[in-house]
């Protein structure tokens, strides 16, 4: 999958990067090499031709593939998705908030993974809250079921007054 990519992305016809699979892909280090190709590839493509997405579904990123991934994608993306994916502690959170971050012309996020603490979906919310375009926004599976910041996360995001 990270090999095909790459080969669409060094043509030049991919306007966007979807790396999904059907079975959860998990991290191996023999697989850095390919990630490090995917990465060179996202920060070589063409200045003022952006990509229209970004997404990650159902793939283990450990946090140097996501170190190697969020320093390609500055600037970059419009659109971006996080969907089923596994990572350690806090880097689907940062990964996240690098995006953010790093792409003022996001116009959609989509984060379907575990968050595990109030902080951090506080920390992802108020990040969405301060983005100037972010006009589009699914967080879906983000709390477990025990977890009551659910609530809290939601009523932050349509309460604030700047996106009424």
């Avoid at 990572?87 to 953010?100: K, S």
Wanted: with cysteine; glycine share 4%; charged share 25%.
């Amino acid at each position: 999958i990270i090999k095909k990519i790459t080969k669409i992305l060094r043509n030049g016809t991919a306007r966007s990067i979807q790396l999904k699979s059907e079975v959860p892909l998990a991290h191996d280090d023999i697989l850095l090499p390919h990630w490090s190709e995917l990465s060179d590839a996202i920060q070589l493509r063409g200045e003022g031709v952006p990509l229209t997405f970004f997404g990650l579904k159902n793939v283990q990123v450990n946090r140097s593939v996501k170190d190697m991934l969020s320093q390609s994608l500055v600037l970059k993306c419009d659109q971006v998705g996080f969907y089923r994916n596994r990572f350690n502690d806090q880097d689907g959170i940062d990964f996240a908030v690098e995006a953010i971050q790093n792409n003022p012309q996001m116009n959609h996020l989509s984060f379907s993974n575990a968050i595990e603490s109030e902080e951090s979906a506080d920390r992802l919310c108020r990040l969405i809250l301060a983005h100037p375009n972010i006009q589009r926004l699914v967080l879906a599976g983000c709390c477990n079921q025990d977890a009551t910041f659910g609530y809290s996360m939601l009523k932050t995001l349509m309460s604030h007054p700047e996106r009424k």
